[in-house]
């Protein structure tokens, strides 16, 4: 494969001015790679802090429920800030900390990459600044109020659509001119290279651990991995480990109103080749989810290719469906997972009736979902 791509996918699709950052930051990061101090005190912050090894939890009353698959949940919304989210951060912003930056920004939709930004800013004692659409500031006015309570400053963006793919183009062009002393920390596997393989060795903790406790609890591999995508960072870091695992089928679910991989074509944005919901002209299409996380146009590069290649499924989940996942896990599990994750969780409902008792299926629990209460409180009787 072509350094920087997965297949024809990903690359470097940027102004001039980031070639040299991007360089750099590539260096760095391979650099901080090879380094025993550097993984050693990931490795320390991901145990004491975040709170890894997260469990592979058996969930006996889904099980029971679906009379299909042996269902079990990886569960990272037992993470430190309430999902994945935390072990990308951590890694970035422990990087930007031995590089000497001295300021972090981030780019946020529903604030929990925001959030776990700041976490791990406040946690290395370096500034954070926030890039957030003006819209998703009036809509997640909780994560605002976090962020500034870590410590973080939060700029409101005004142009577009005021959402994500905003506050990405915000960020880009703060990055471009601070770059000597500011470092930009992407919250998905996406981006220009070498954000989605750095976002991936990160979050790839999530399928290690997992991939480990199964071998201890069921002494083989599963038959099928479920994840959310988003940009795509809690599935890949589930699927990538279990790669060349041909047995181990890969399903991501995207939101109906977000469906990158089910519904756009190949084009480019925020710096890569990639699919993406877009117009006949080429124009970036709006997009709607019950969950803020999954509403991106966009989707990482590695998705792309496992779509083109075959390596996994993709499949659209609305709102209802969504909803009933997450009624499901609290109701039978005693889990209120984040609406994100409610569509992974939703699936199950498609997938066990076509599989056996034999069979095993790990669905990521991508987030917890008190950060949801207010969406769903008009919505569920
Ligand atoms: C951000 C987020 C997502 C979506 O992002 P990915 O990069 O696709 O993982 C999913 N679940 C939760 C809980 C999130 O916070």
Redesign the pocket.
Known sequence: MTKGYFGSFGGRFIPETLVEPLNELENELNKALKSADFKDKLSYYLKNYAGRPTNLYFAENLTKIFKGPRIYLKR?DLCHT????INNTLGQVLLAKMLGKKRVIAET??G??GVATATAAALFGIKCEVYMGEEDVKRQELNVFRMKLLGAKVIPVKSGSKTLKDAINEALRDWVTNVSDTFYCI???MGPYPYPFMVRYFQSVIGQEARRQILRLEGRLPDYLLA????????IGLFHPFYKDKSVKFIGLEAAGAATLSKGKIGYLHGMKTYVLQDKNGQISSTHSISA??DYPGV?PEHSFYKETGRAEYYPVNDAQALYGFKLLSEHEGIIP?L??SHAVAYLKTLSPKLSKKDIVIVCL??RGDKDADSVRSLIK
């Open positions: 990272e309430g999902s994945h989210k939709g529903a929990q990459h919250g998905s596997v959310c995508v988003g940009g795509g960072s809690n599935s996380g999954l990482g984040a994100e994750s991508s987030g």
